[in-house]
């Protein structure tokens, strides 16, 4: 990280997580995960280890599979228990051994919290406080702090909540981050309170909820008030009403307060993020979205679109470039240009105006039928290299693929799947068994391409996502499918969209091992 005087926290894998409805596997965090670190956050909130399996693998793995760049990863926890010590407590045990150079934890700084939840008393809590934090710095962990319920409990014993910053400060934690936990604060009052709090010793931090509606106002009021440190969740994820959004956050400081945060590559990539990181979560985007959703820049409004042929500045307030989305006047569709120009630079490939126009259009067209290259880069790098050839390539042709589901006596359901394909001058016939049609169709693929194809052995599918497009049509709805594959050394994202959820599943599933084998150095012969 090369500026410590700012930072841009994420918690969009434990504190976003915790949205109704949005579960994520190790193998998503991990993608979110290298997804936040393009966008140039400062750090990572992984989880917190040693409190679920999940979250304790995550940090397990992300030691040899995540090579960040710019973001350093935290780990999340919570001060030792009451009448213990920190050296022993095996929670913080959990955070010394994760692996993370930076440990963020949670603290009671509302005096009924402390009495009620943690039914302790107010001195002992500052005490696991002071435990807890000196022992991770004496550890070699940099330490932040979360003053959990800080503005109700500022409200009811200012001096207490205080007395909670001063203990972590003096113990070694480099940032305390003040809590609106129930969401409930107004911009006005919540920058009188971190105002007071700025003028101690401390450094301050933020962390809103959305439950006012005023999670981003509340962030840039408390930066002002003298914050240095705000913590949000891509796309505005989150319990209840959800945290600040930090998409928001990182674009109005940027661009409107003239903070450098991120390089302006970087967020000029943003709109691409935030929809990836929709599709890893399989949460639909919000297409009204400040910065980011495709209806951010669009006009429908007479006035306004004779106005915009003048001077496009006259109804937008930036330039939609700048975070990577696209101006739209609803009668003529333009989304996508910025988007698709800027993904094909990052994966090496400089188009001339013709190309880029080519595949514009052939994105434009696509996804007006459900695709989504957002998340699925593998399946948007095969488009690109078929525009630049001219030609679809591939390292085989299906004549047929065909799978049966049968429910036996025993009450167990059973899948199996026969492809029929040609491949290097032979037509090949194989069957599958698997858990699913799906899963047959996988093991029927590679039986018949690994003999000539062996590296196909190497592949594994690890993530499979559904979505239905038009639920207005029930059953008959356009479906899409994510498949994320795997070759051991790196995981890469297809999709496939159809009226039939096997026919979306067997396009995803093409692609993925189309491309596994041009990553394994098999060009088209």
Known sequence: MADDSFHVYDTTLRDGAQQEGLNLTVADKLLVARHLDGLGVGFIEGGWPGANPKDTEFFRRAQTELD?????????????????????????????????????????????????????????????IRDTVSHLRAEGQRVFLDAEHFFDGYKSNPAYALEVVRTAAEAGADVIALCDTNGGMLPDELAEVVQAVARTSARVGIHCHDDTGCAVANTLAAVKAGATHV?????????RSGNANLFTVMANLQLKRGFELVPQESLADMTRIAHAITEVTNVTPNSHQPYVGVSAFAHKAGLHASAIKVDP????????????????????????RASVELKGRELGYELNATESRELVDRVKDLESKGYTFEA????????????????????????????????LPTGEV???????????GERIVATGEGNGPVNALDR??????????????????????VRILEGTHGTDAITRVLITSSDASAEWATVGVGENIIEASWQALEEAVTYGLLRAGREVE
């Open 68 to 128: 960040l760049k710019h973001a350093q990863l935290t780990a999340f926890g919570a001060t030792r228990r009451a009448g213990g010590k920190a050296a022993d407590d095996p929670l913080v045990a959990a955070l010394r051994e994760s692996g993370a150079p930076v440990v963020t934890l949670v603290a009671k700084s509302h005096d009924r919290h402390v009495e009620l939840a943690l039914r302790t008393t107010l001195q002992e809590n500052l005490a696991m």
């Open 231 to 239: 913590q949000g969740c891509a796309n505005g994820y989150g319990e």
């Open 313 to 336: 500045n006259l109804y937008q307030h930036i330039d939609p470039a700048e975070v990577g989305n696209d101006m739209r006047m609803l009668v003529s569709d333009m989304a996508g």
């Open 376 to 407: 699925a880069d593998a399946s948007f790098e095969l488009l690109l290299r078929d525009t630049l050839s001219g030609e679809r390539k591939r390292h085989f042709t299906v004549e047929s693929w065909r799978t049966i589901v049968e429910r």
């Open 414 to 424: 059973v899948s199996e799947a026969t492809v029929k394909l040609h491949a290097k």
């Open 444 to 465: 029927a693929v590679r039986s018949a391409l690994e003999k000539l194809y062996p590296e196909l052995a190497g592949l594994e599918l690890v993530d499979f996502k």
